[in-house]
């Protein structure tokens, strides 16, 4: 209920396509609801109008194979969404939905999980919001405008240990203790990575710990197999 947007932007289930496109332009939506009575029925959104008639997108006309081993309903149903001008036939009856209490780390693995653009959030049977991708980047913009300025001084030791401590919680870390020193707050980092992905993600690390003015790292890589032993 943090980050959702509302009130929901809907269509009504006897709309017709025009409608929803008239609304997805103006508003500058990627999907509107259909709703009746309050109750949520499906969306009409960009990936529901990918493949249209009208702008030479529909689906290719499957082969005499097809029809023989009796998916004609597959081929109705193709037709039904690239040519019909009903919010109906062409909407999706398989929405995504979250309450107005579910936490943010679950909304963003759904999006990602499922590869959808949004969730809706429901209360009861009733549409009460969405949560798009876009509304997870905002929320982390303001995350980032409001957190707290770090405290301008930290002694050597508290920052090493900060640092230290947080390589300790994290799974990838090629280095440990003995590899970081710190001194007039500038970390210096040895001994090997396994990947350059590790070495830039320890460097994040050092560098988001309050009081560091610079990261030296004099580390080499490593060989998977020479690691091992």
Known sequence: MD??????????????????CDLLVTRGLSAVAVIDRGVMLGTVGEEDLVHRAEIGTAAPRRSWWF????????????YLKSHSAHVTDVMTRQVITVSPCTPIDEIAALLEGNRTRRVFV?????????????DLVRALASARQSRP?????????????EIVGALRSEAWPSIGAADVSVTNGVVTL???YLSEQERKASLVLAENTAGVRAVDDHRVPLDIAYAMV
């Open 3 to 20: 980050i959702m947007r509302s009130p929901v932007v809907a269509v009504g289930p006897d709309s017709t396509l025009d409608e929803a």
């Open 67 to 78: 029809h023989l081993f009796g998916r004609n309903t597959a081929l109705a149903a193709d």
């Open 122 to 134: 429901v209360s009861g049977e009733r549409a009460v919001g969405v949560v798009a991708r876009a």
């Open 149 to 161: 300025r770090p405290v301008s001084f930290h002694d050597d030791a508290s920052i090493r240990r």
């Open 190 to 192: 040895w001994g090997g």
